[in-house]
């Protein structure tokens, strides 16, 4: 017999109106009332009420009407896009990135403004301005913001309210609140890799479970398991670029030696050769042997770590970050160093790009918010 308490009428009712959400939230089909009837098998007063409740929160609305052999044409009902909004601002050494997102995660408006990381009072109180200009100047209502989420390049501890390992911005066990407590909306601040592999995650039906590999300055990843960040013991999971992939070799900003941030940080084919990431490529496809030449290095590392992510997890594993959008032309070579190292590959793929390339972890950390309320409806 079981020990669990009844369910309350109005926690019924809740859970009967998330339902009809959700899968309004999720279906890539026209849907009636008739066919929500039907998939969630519920009752036409029960389904009745629940639309009506989400209707007068202006959550979904009548977008249309679907062809009918006979009689009333049915309604299609869809949920309302801007109902709420959320934001994500990605702080890194040497920028401050700003992504505003409705409920479909459709990208409103973005920003990026160049600020030198401080970690400072003068620094949070300019990020604060700059949210509150860029909710203005885009037209955001503030009622229907639901929050701001923000990244940063480093290891967040939100237990103990601090950043205790950021690298890239020259920090450590940094509060959390100096960043935050100035901002007048509901504030979660997130690993940036974390936030770049939710979004990643997020309405994908061909990923369960999986490893997202942010290659840019910094190398960092996420581990997701059905969605949910596994972030560790200590909030330090999903550290792919300090995993050694050459014993005994090249010094990593962690001061540890041989880790793959060390080989396949962005910075080997761009700020250590004085030049950009757009420079690298450009010359590398007009046919520059050196480039060249370091590149098949770059990539021989790289798929060294994507290997040795998969035979851990044994899980899909998407690679983004600033790297990602300059890869479209260099996948058959990673594709096949993958098939000639890796007999699990040929049998099962498991690699492949991200769909977001520059806005991935501030959309992951707006997206946080909105996941929030879908929960809660």
């Known amino acids: 017999m079981s020990n669990t308490p009844p369910k309350s009428t109005a926690e019924v009712r809740r859970l009967n109106r998330n339902r009809v959400y959700r899968y309004l939230y999720s279906a890539t089909n026209a849907i009636t009332k008739q066919d929500l009837a039907y998939e969630l098998s519920m009752s036409m007063p029960t389904l009745t009420q629940n639309l009506n409740d989400l209707l007068a929160q202006g959550l979904i609305d009548y977008s249309g009407t679907a062809d009918s052999t006979c009689g009333r044409r049915p309604r299609i009902i869809s949920v309302v896009p801007g109902a709420r909004y959320a934001i994500g601002v990605e702080l890194t050494s040497g920028h401050i990135r700003i992504v505003a997102i409705n409920l479909l995660v459709h990208e409103l408006a ?65 509060s959390t609140k100096l960043l935050t407590d100035h901002i007048r909306y509901p504030v979660n601040l997130t690993n940036d890799a974390t936030a770049g592999g939710f979004a990643e995650w997020w309405n994908r039906t061909d990923i369960g479970d999986m490893a997202y590999l942010s290659v840019g300055r910094g190398v960092g990843g996420a581990i997701l398991i059905a969605g949910v960040p596994y972030l560790g013991h200590f909030s330090r999971s999903g550290e792919f670029g300090h995993m050694c992939i050459h014993p005994k070799g090249l010094k990593c900003n962690c001061g540890r030696l041989g880790c793959l941030e060390a080989y396949c940080s962005t910075s080997k084919i761009s700020d250590d050769l004085g030049i950009t990431l757009e420079q690298f490529f450009q010359s590398l496809e007009a046919g520059n042997q050196e480039y060249s030449q370091l590149w098949d290095s770059y990539l021989d590392d790289l798929v060294i770590g994507i290997r040795n992510i998969n035979s851990t997890l044994d899980c899909g594993i998407v690679l983004g970050g600033k790297l990602s959008q300059f890869l479209a032309g260099h996948l058959t070579a990673i594709d096949q160093r993958l098939r000639e190292t890796d007999p699990n590959y040929r049998e099962v793929p498991y690699f492949s790009i991200c769909r977001y390339h520059t806005q991935a972890s501030g959309i992951g950390a707006a997206l946080y918010f909105v996941d929030q309320f879908i929960c809660q409806i």
Do not use: C
Request: hydrophobic share 40%; no cysteine.
């Open 110 to 174: 973005a920003q990026t403004v160049t600020k030198a990381f401080d970690p400072s009072e003068e620094y949070a109180i300019e990020l604060q301005n700059l949210i509150e200009r860029f909710i203005m100047e885009n037209g955001i209502d503030p009622a229907r913001l639901l929050g701001v989420g923000i990244t940063v390049p480093g290891i967040v501890d939100n237990k103990q309210e601090i950043i205790s390992n950021a690298p890239t911005l020259h920090i450590k066990h940094l």
